[in-house]
């Protein structure tokens, strides 16, 4: 089968384009014959390098988050899986590729209506953004910022928040145009990459769902009402200062409050549930999937490219 390896760690160049054996479920995993592979943050994060002391090595296969067809499954699997359509989570790694090993227990069976190429944009940011907020102790009537709002993670988080009575949701982006794209999909207020502008948006903010990290991060606690809380669901401008927490310190009397939200900390059914009550949703209309392209699985480097120049608004998807 073809997939794409990290042949060098560094710029999109580093992905290769290889023939591998094509692999046989082990006990507990389905097979999966690939119709969309997403294309995440993580992957040129971790493409990048910048998390080389995470032990990858040369020949990883990047990608997380597959769609398509169970064509076997592995002992202690049940065989009636085999023709369904699924999304499936291959973990950190492994989703580049024409077939694809999955874990029975982060497999979800897909509506018949919901295409595999959204299936890829919504399953992992779905879940990032639904917990995400849950982990923030979002209430119906709060002030919500989403930070790096572009993004597949940050879209869902937009439409969670106001799909969840947020009193105003406000987004930083990086054009006007996008701004608009983001206001039809449920955003109240745009502001620019600082948190600046919108004149109209509130002076702060009850959460704030960040995508971004990086050296700004902490100026946006500038931002937070009292007892506001900061939430870090990604860090696609990297980690933040060592000493971002003093500018929290500094505002001791506001009570505010910082954490990090991985996926993983989720137990595996509550993940599935919530996948499966999105998928419908989407199907249904009720929430939007926004795919940038569709490229083939061969342009995984030109999808990188485009990833890092910060061209994407939603997720760019690769199809065998």
Avoid: C
Avoid at 100 to 122: G, H, K, Q
Avoid at 175 to 189: E, I, M, P, Q
């Amino acid at each position: 089968m073809k997939a794409i390896t990290i042949r060098t760690y560094g710029a999109p160049e580093g992905l290769a384009v290889v023939d591998l054996p094509a692999p046989a479920p082990a006990a507990g995993q389905v097979l999966i014959a690939t119709e969309a592979i997403g294309v995440g943050g993580v992957d040129t994060v971790i493409r990048s390098g910048a998390l080389a002391s995470y032990g990858f090595k040369p020949g990883f296969i990047p990608g997380s988050e597959v769609a398509g067809t169970v064509t076997a499954v592995g002992d202690g699997v049940d065989a009636s899986w085999i023709g369904r359509r699924v999304w499936g989570f291959t973990g950190t790694g492994g989703g580049y590729v024409e077939q694809a090993v999955v874990p029975v227990e982060e497999v979800v069976l897909l509506p018949p209506r919901l295409p595999s190429v959204d299936a890829v944009t919504l399953g992992s940011a779905g879940v990032v953004a639904h917990f995400g907020l849950r982990h923030a102790h979002f209430a119906p009537g709060e002030t919500v910022l989403v930070r790096g709002a572009a993004g597949s993670i940050g879209i869902m988080a937009v439409q969670l928040a106001a799909r969840g009575g947020a009193a105003a949701v406000a987004v930083t982006t990086s054009s006007a145009g996008r701004g608009a794209r983001l206001r039809r999909l449920g955003a109240t207020h745009v502001l620019d990459r600082a948190g600046g502008g919108g004149e109209e948006a509130p002076a702060g903010f009850d959460v704030i769902v960040d995508v971004v990290a990086g050296d700004d991060m902490p100026s946006f606690f500038d931002r937070l009402n009292p007892n506001g809380r900061i939430v870090a669901v990604g860090a696609v401008a990297g980690r933040p200062p060592a000493d971002f927490g003093t500018r929290m310190m500094a505002a001791f009397q506001k009570s505010m409050s910082f954490a990090t939200f991985s996926a993983a900390t989720v137990a595996p059914s509550d993940r599935r549930a919530v996948r499966g009550e999105q998928f419908a949703a989407a199907a249904a209309g009720e929430i939007e999937t926004v795919v940038h392209d569709v490229l083939p699985l061969e342009e995984a480097g030109r999808a990188h490219r485009r990833m890092d120049a910060g061209e994407v608004f939603g997720r760019i998807v690769l199809t065998p």
